[in-house]
Structure formats: C-alpha cells, structure tokens
C-alpha cells in the first residue's frame, strides 16, 4: 500500500472545462476568470474578488495596493510558509515576526499587541491547516492600537488603522462565528495551488471588505493594473474592433490568472461541498483512531463556532524533540506513508537568519515545530488508508527500543 501525501483531486467535471476552454479560442485571462472571480466573491461573502496567479502574488499587491513600503512595518508569524513574509521584505518594509502563543500555531496574540509600533501598517496572520485565526482578538487589538497609526495614503487614512490582511492559503472554505473565510479580514489572500484543498492547479485570488467612502471597483480596477504591467486595456478588451490602443499608466507587474487555470476552479465550485464534507468525515476517522493512542495531540477542526477547511492533519508527538520526529518520517516513509512538517519556524531558514532572526527568541513556535508530523489528508484516502496510516503510525511510537538504532530494521505494518 502507497499513501501519497496530498494528490489534486480532479475529476472529468474539470477536464471538460479545460476542453471547453481549449476549444473556446481563449486561453488567458478572458470570461472564465472573470466567472470564477464572481462565484468566489459570492461564496466567501464579499462584493469583489480578483483572480491571481498565486497567493503571493494576492498578498505582495495588496501591500502595494495599500501603499507600505520602506519605513513601515507589517508583523506576522514566525510559524508560516516563507510567503507570508517575503512578500514584506519585496516591498521594502520590515518584516516583524511573532512568536505563537503556548501549544499554539496561532500568534501570541499579547506579544502581537506589543509588537505594534507607530510604524506598523499591516498584520497578516496565517489560517494554519485550514482553522481560521482569533480575528475577533485582532481586531480588538489593531482598534486599540488606533492612536499609533500613521496613515501614508488615502487609502490607508479611509481605513483608518493598521490592516488586517489574512494569509488564508488553506482556509478557502472555512468558517468562523457564521462567516466565511475571506469576508472577515480587511483583505484575504488564497492559495489555489495543487496541493490545495480547492485548486487551479497554480493560482489564487484576493477578496477585501467593503470600505466606507471607497469604490470597490475601483480597488478591483488597481489590481488589475498591478496584476499587468499597469497597462490599461487587459487582452480580452484589446481584441475588440478598433480597441487595440492602450496606455501603460505605471510599471506594473505580471501575475495574471489564465482562462485554462480559472476553468480547473470553475470544475472545483462544482464539487467543492463535497469535498469539503469528504474532508470532514476523514478528520472525523482520523481523530477517533488516533483517540487510542497516548502522547499525541491533534489539531481540533471543528467546533461549535468554527469549521475548518480541512487542508491538513497536524499531529503532535508529545514529549518528543526534533531528531525523534524525523526518525518517525523516515520510519512512516519505508511504510510506503508520505508525511510533512507544518512549518519549520521562519527563523531557522537561512534567509531569514541573514535578516537578523533567531529561533531562540521564537521558544513556542520551536517547540511546535519540533514534534510536529503532518499526516495524509485528500479526498482520494479512504478509511482503510486512514487506518493503515494510524496502525503505522502507533507500530512506531510503541517501539519503545529503535532509538540510536537503524530504523530500517522495524517490523513492517501490514
């Protein structure tokens, strides 16, 4: 038995769009993403979404849409994918990192409200494995903060405080107190890559909330620039008759979603409930095997005000320290199991101990990562797999003599 980690589920609902596309003689940015821009604005909540060719890509526009750049600051986590603070460092601002709070891969949010100075313009936390981050805490926070901040543009002084802009790469579909991911930040940035629970196979979109005194379309219109080449005229209305001319109104950059991209989405909306309700039922198998076995802690997905995406399941080994955890790969990997990590904390990556950070000013977000294991989670897995994944997992850790041993000479699980 083979268990891949995290396979794009993608079906002949999808295969027709792209074939349809394909045919239709439009194959960039054209009618389908702008079909899939208006069911993901309708879905989440909002009056707008703008279809992009990653979430990195959704977040490092929106920093520019906003203005921040050199001397300003903008805080995240120091338990996240590099792209949450990359996108800081591409537009000239500082990257502040927060720790997460104790067994938590949440933010400490009082070391976030302490970490706000007069020179912060934005936050952005991280929906970690598809549960949506304490906003409601956020925006308590950003609100009392209200008298540190120092607009620098219009559209910052029309909101009027520090911006919450949600690293919501695996919450596509999550739900928090009855609103959906995507309509509660200030802006929310999507991942549709292939690993993602709803995918374009690259891709992502950016969703925002209405602002009191600003025109949506124009917001939409200034991505659009910033998405290509801040040219004025996008392909599909260049093709009109006599439409050729256009202006290229600043030196924009290029990020486009393509048609072809947008119609694996248009496939994905079709099923997507069921997908999600998979997810669930898989989560739901998962934690009650997994309930029989000691010093283990599981990621809780659902609750009475909250529902996960379900993206990943993230499995603590209680007690244990980084060398064991990766043995514990290894050993799951000759079970023919692929597992990951959700996330080496930002500080330990070569980038950003060139930029100054030190994992040892980050001591929960180490401690979270060390005994972290990310076991199989897609709508292909079946119960049996899930099993099998659980009966491994338990051979391991009951092993109470393999370690300083060769790993390779467990008993394999049948």
């Not at 060390?370 to 009966?391: A, D, F, S, W």
Request: glycine letters at 6%.
């Amino acid at each position: 038995m083979h268990i891949p980690f995290s396979p794009p589920d993608i079906s002949d609902i999808e295969i027709n769009e792209v074939i349809d596309t394909l045919k239709s003689g439009w194959i960039t940015t054209g009618p389908k993403t702008k079909l899939l821009e208006k069911n993901i604005a309708e879905y989440v909540g909002t009056s707008k979404a703008v279809c992009l060719n990653s979430a990195t890509a959704a977040m490092e526009l929106t920093l520019r849409l906003l203005g921040i750049g050199e001397g300003d600051e903008v805080i995240t986590s120091a338990y996240t994918y590099t792209a949450s603070a990359s996108v800081i460092q591409h537009v000239g601002a500082r990257i502040v990192l927060v720790d997460t709070g104790v067994n938590s891969y949440q933010m400490d949010y009082e070391q976030l409200e302490k970490a706000i100075t007069p020179n912060t313009k934005a936050i952005i936390p991280v929906d970690i494995a598809g549960v949506m981050c304490d906003y409601e805490t956020i925006f308590d926070i950003v609100h009392r903060k209200q008298s540190l901040f120092r607009p620098s543009t219009d559209l910052q002084k029309e909101i009027g405080r520090i911006v919450v802009l949600a690293d919501a790469a695996h919450s596509f579909g999550a739900v928090l107190k009855g609103k959906r991911s995507g309509s509660i930040a200030d802006f929310t940035s999507f991942s549709f890559h292939a690993v993602k629970n709803f995918t374009t196979g690259e891709g992502g979109a950016v969703t925002w909330r209405d602002i009191p005194g600003v025109d949506n379309e124009e917001i939409y219109k200034q991505f659009m620039l910033l998405s290509l080449h801040g040219q004025s005229k996008d392909a599909l209305s260049k093709t009109k008759l006599g439409s050729w001319e256009y202006d290229i109104v600043y030196p924009g950059y290029k990020c486009n979603m393509t048609d072809i991209m947008a119609s694996i989405g248009l496939g994905q909306f079709q099923r997507y409930p069921q997908l999600l309700e998979k997810r669930r039922q898989l989560i739901q198998f998962y934690d009650k095997e997994l309930s029989h076995i000691g010093d283990v802690e599981v990621l809780r997905h659902y609750g009475q005000n909250f529902s996960s995406s379900g993206h990943l399941y993230l499995v603590r080994l209680l007690g244990k320290d980084e060398e064991y955890r990766n043995k514990v790969i290894k050993q799951m990997a000759w079970k023919n199991i692929s597992t990951n990590v959700h996330y080496k904390p930002l500080p330990m990556h070569t980038a950003y101990k060139n930029l100054g950070f030190d994992i040892c000013d980050y001591p929960n977000a180490f401690s979270m990562y060390q005994n972290e294991v990310t076991l199989p989670l897609h709508t292909q897995l079946t119960n049996e797999e899930v099993k099998y994944v659980v009966k491994a997992l338990n051979s391991i850790l009951q092993e109470s003599t393999w370690k300083g041993r060769d790993i390779n000479v467990l008993e394999r699980v049948e």
